[in-house]
């Protein structure tokens, strides 16, 4: 069964500060990898899709990695902003699975302080 | 804009008792997915659908159901409201295919007492 696993929990940072978001997943038979932001009372808004067969994704501040053999995904915040402070969730889309199934990680709390 | 409605945005209910919470996708989107968000258990999924007619259960669907008549909505019914199914819910939808993004709707808090 595939488990998603995401380090630290939470996480305080200065703002302009760089920063890294981990994902670790058991299973590296997977279709692609997603990095979702989570605001306080709200759904997730999806920031960043990886495909198998990529390395990596980038979107304005953020730029995410995907190695498949080592199980791991970071999510690199450049420049941090009060603004990005939310909860980060990655998910994986186990191969074999139909639609668009998803195992997700519990998430990384982060704050950027002023 | 395309979005995912969910209502109500907060419920309170009775043990027992039977519940619909509502989805509603203007994206044209294939499947339509419910989860429940728990703390200590992150997002699992409850059911979906792949179109009109079709529903699957997924890995916590005991006490739930839904339907799919049209492709803009998926209803999720608790037949009889426990509290153990306090949790804040979410729909979900995407077009389909293998790496398609998914989108979320913004939830609905449900307490069961």
């Known amino acids: 069964k595939q488990e998603v696993t995401q380090i630290p929990a939470a996480l305080s940072v200065p703002e302009g500060e760089n920063l890294v978001l981990n994902c670790s997943f058991t299973d590296s038979a997977i279709y692609n990898l997603q990095w979702f932001r989570q605001d306080p009372g709200k759904g997730l808004t999806s920031l960043l899709l990886?495909?198998?067969?990529?390395r990596e994704q980038t979107s304005g501040r953020l730029n995410a990695s995907l190695d498949k053999s080592s199980g791991r995904s970071t999510l690199y915040i450049a420049a941090s902003q009060p603004g990005d402070s939310a909860t980060y969730l990655c998910?994986?889309?186990?191969?074999?699975?139909?639609?668009?199934?998803?195992?997700f990680g519990e998430g990384t709390q982060l704050t950027v302080n002023p | 804009d395309a979005e995912i409605t969910q209502s109500p945005r907060h419920k309170i209910t009775e043990t027992g008792r039977q519940v619909t919470l509502a989805c509603h996708q203007t994206w044209n989107h294939n499947n339509m997915f419910w989860y429940r968000q728990d703390l200590g258990h992150g997002l699992r999924l409850i059911h979906y659908s792949y179109g009109v007619q079709d529903t699957n259960k997924g890995e916590v669907s005991d006490g739930y159901s839904v339907s799919r008549s049209n492709t803009e909505d998926l209803p999720l019914t608790l037949e009889s409201a426990a509290s153990s199914q306090t949790s804040v819910y979410f729909c979900?939808?995407?077009?389909?295919?293998?790496?398609?993004?998914?989108?979320f709707g913004n939830g609905t808090r449900l307490t069961v007492t």
């Open positions: 990886i495909q198998s067969s990529q």
């Open positions: 998910a994986v889309r186990p191969r074999g699975t139909s639609g668009s199934r998803l195992t």
């Open positions: 979900a939808s995407s077009l389909g295919g293998a790496n398609s993004p998914l989108h």
